[in-house]
């Protein structure tokens, strides 16, 4: 049980590493903060508004 709650933890922190990825690439592209959150939420089939969550979270950590 323990180990498949630390897999999902370690799962958890590598999606969210790729959305902190994406969100670098597609800003170092020049691509607008809104744009960012719209393509956030459509590639990981999540709304706009927990895209917008990681987004700030992860920016602001990043």
Do not use: F, H
């Amino acid at each position: 049980m323990k180990e498949q709650v630390e897999w999902r933890r370690g799962l958890r922190k590598s999606w969210e590493a790729g959305i902190l990825d994406m969100a670098k690439a597609l800003e170092k592209r020049g691509m607008a903060t809104s744009d960012i959150v719209a393509t956030i939420a459509d590639v990981q089939n999540i709304s706009q508004t927990e895209a917008q969550k990681y987004y700030d979270r992860l920016v602001v950590t990043g």
